[in-house]
């Protein structure tokens, strides 16, 4: 059993500005999205250092706010533009923000939350909701998120009827998608067939109260390590289902009301926004990376830095770990 304490994590970076995904590489950098100016990425150096990778030219939305990203092997940046113009970008080194994917069978894409590339080279992005007001969708009852596959045949939806779609990743095996679904309380399962088409959703593991799952990763022993955004909590899923709070930053008026207003179907951005004062700035996303995978960096919506953790299992490599 292993449980984390304040004294436990260590900051990374300074001056960040909604790092809500964080990815590791092999070489000691890291990566996380940032929401300020035009909106690009920050970089966090081997050394500590922090610099910016900003959108500067190119076609840049009026709302251009990253969320969930992917490293891709020409070291470009394809990112999830939450913001009210939607859509995905590929933002390249020098600043050029070039659109990627802005709607599928001729309808606009709206808010995206994830985008994700495999060890395959596919692309898989979670739109959350195609409400565009995404507040609307913040209720139990409500399945209207849906995963959108690119790949060598083009872009197609492949999954729908999800409760405001969050991360997703492809398993160790290569044979299942996870998905999070934060109005859902669940992380969810799809086998991947041989087309790229998915089978049916399954529920891998339901979360109780107060949990509301964002961010998720694999580790080496089968276990999922999880995320919940208001409740500021970090989970781990054990390969045989067993689920261990290892830390929770939560304050418990605030978890409360959030549970009781989700149970009315009253739940509100402002119940998400009270998390933003915790430790963890609302921690929304985790990753491996640093000596022997052991490195647990957290994505938040509200710090200004990383917050990191040494882990007593190691993770699996990412697809992006040597790039």
Not at 4 to 15: E, I, Y
Not at 115 to 135: C, P
Not at 187 to 202: A, S
Request: glycine content about 12%; proline content about 3%; some cysteine.
């Amino acid at each position: 059993m292993f449980f984390l304490t304040r004294d436990d994590f260590a900051f990374l970076g300074s001056n960040l500005s909604r790092p809500e995904c964080v990815l590791a590489t092999k070489s000691g950098d890291i990566f996380a999205s940032h929401a300020a100016g035009n909106g690009g990425i920050a970089h966090i150096d081997s050394k500590g250092r922090t610099n910016f990778i900003m959108a500067t030219k190119g076609d840049i939305p009026a709302d251009f706010i990253p969320n969930g990203f992917s490293l891709m092997p020409d070291g470009s940046f394809l990112i999830a533009n939450v913001g009210n113009d939607g859509g995905v970008y590929t933002l390249n080194r020098d600043g050029t923000l070039i659109p990627f994917l802005l709607e599928i069978d001729g309808i606009k894409l709206p808010a995206c939350n994830f985008v994700n590339r495999d060890e395959k080279g596919r692309i898989w992005i979670s739109v959350s909701t195609w409400a565009r007001n995404r507040d609307e969708s913040f209720k139990k009852g409500i399945a209207d998120g849906t995963i959108i596959l690119v790949d060598k045949i083009g872009a197609n939806v492949v999954a729908q009827g999800i409760g405001f779609t969050n991360e997703n990743k492809v398993d160790p095996s290569g044979k299942w998608l996870f998905v999070h679904e934060t109005m859902g309380r669940s992380i969810c399962r799809f086998l991947i067939n041989d087309n790229g088409k998915l089978g049916n959703k399954e529920i891998y593991a339901e979360y109780g109260a107060g949990v509301f799952p964002d961010g998720f990763e694999f580790d080496s022993e089968g276990g999922i390590w999880c995320t919940s955004v208001v409740s500021n909590r970090i989970i781990r899923i054990a390969k045989d289902g067993e689920q261990v709070t290892v830390f929770d930053e939560g304050d418990e008026e605030t978890t409360a009301k959030a549970e009781a207003a989700f149970q009315s179907d009253t739940y509100t951005r402002e119940h998400l926004k009270a998390g933003d004062e915790s430790l963890l700035g609302n921690c929304a996303s985790i990753g491996f990376g640093g000596l022997n995978l052991r490195t647990c960096f957290i994505g938040s919506l509200a710090s200004d830095r990383i917050a990191t953790f040494r882990s007593p299992v190691a993770g699996v490599e990412p697809p992006h770990w040597n790039f």
